[in-house]
């Protein structure tokens, strides 16, 4: 029998539409004052940058002329001459892209492999911390060039001032360390995605991510995936990437069926699980796509068990508050709880709290900070009834629902 021909437009009328929500990257470029677009950053801080390569590459190709010189006179000259160069990046996708594009530039600039050289900053632990400084000086840098953090007020990224740093980064802050300079950039993917589909771009950063969520924080696997990769398909076939993403992914499912609780004015959903791995950005991604209400703006997935005695928490946007107007701003809206505080709250959650971007934010904090944080938003109260008259009559119906997944099954703890 022949199927009965349905009319296209009526087909298409028929389906469900769908929320059109903006990208995660789809930013207005910021333009001069005669309109032109300024990307990725302004001339200025495009030549500054373009300074410090030039004396890189100017004193490494003296170094290196003269070393083939000394190589054909005595035999004995060797490329660790050189002045070394520290690559620090962060321990996301985006960072270590980022980490090893510089390196690849270097390398084409001229400079040996014994000239290069990368710091991975540990579990938890910011660039601007102690021991990561130390550990940067032990490795005996010319150049340190940060990449995808360190946009906080601190230090100067080395106590030694004959150490020159970069700091390449996107993330919002307006504090920095020491006499660093900042300018905001704008992403484009338009020509990654003529090379490469957004499959195998999401699929390979979905990979390199998983090592350095596990709870072993194995971002040395990632590092040196990426710098051995041609094209995103040698990431999708790397066996440590998706044995490391199966890994996660296990978690995922178990600590993801944790029953929220809101807030007194039902703006914030908080999720409360205990992980070593840093699946909390994972779960609140996940949460953020699913939760709807009229009120709520922001999922907190709060992580009890990925640092001793601290909480670590991310937040994402929840889907159905992504159109509102006034924008949900996380960052904004973190700070804005912190400051009801009248004691000394705000200075005790440190530069830890509320950084990241405005639309995926986050931090880590001392658990004692964090319950307060909590209570001054009234985690788990309920809402204050409406004023009289203001209340809408509803009318109840008898009609059995037919929906047969429930959200108490979901919420059951797994074995």
Known sequence: ????????????????????????????????DKGATLWPASPKAIEEAQTFLREWYAMNLHLTSILEKLTKLTDAASATSQQK????????????????????????????????????????NSIHDEDERKAMMKKNPKYIIVVDQGSRPAPAVVDDPGVESLI??????????????????????????????????????????????????????????????????????????LSARAEINEEVERQTHTAPKFSKDGKIAVFRIN?????????????AGHLKSPKLEIVLVANFGYLPDRVN???????????????????????????LD????VQ?????FA?????ASGGSVPVTEFEELMALIKVGEKPDPPPEGEKKSVKKTAEKSPQKNKLDAYFAKKP
């Open 313 to 339: 928490f991310s937040c994402r946007i929840a889907r159905c508050a992504r159109n509102r107007d006034p924008p949900v701003n996380i960052i904004s809206s973190l700070k804005a709880v912190a400051d």
């Open 348 to 352: 005790r959650l440190g530069e830890g």
């Open 342 to 345: 009248t004691t000394d709250l």
């Open 275 to 287: 992980s070593a791995a840093q699946v909390h950005p994972v779960i609140a991604t996940r949460w």
């Open 355 to 359: 950084r990241g971007h405005k639309e």
């Open 1 to 32: 029998m022949k199927r009965k021909a349905v009319d296209s437009e009526e087909s298409s009328n028929s389906k469900r539409q769908r929320e059109q929500v903006p990208d995660y990257c789809n930013v207005q470029p910021r333009q001069d």
């Open 168 to 241: 390449i980064d996107h993330h919002l802050s307006d504090e920095f360390p020491k006499d660093a300079l900042w300018e905001p950039p704008f992403p484009d993917m338009k020509e990654v995605f003529k090379i490469h589909t957004k499959k195998n771009i999401n699929d390979a950063v979905s990979l390199l991510n998983a090592p350095r969520r596990t709870a072993k924080f194995d971002v040395l696997t990632a590092w040196q995936a990426l710098l051995a990769a041609n094209s995103p398909k040698d990431i999708l076939t790397n066996r440590r990437l």
């Open 85 to 124: 160069t520290l690559i620090v990046p962060d321990k996301d996708a985006d960072g270590l892209d980022a980490g090893v594009i510089i390196h690849r530039t270097l390398t084409a600039l001229g400079a040996t492999a014994s000239a290069i050289d990368v710091h991975l900053v540990g579990k938890g």
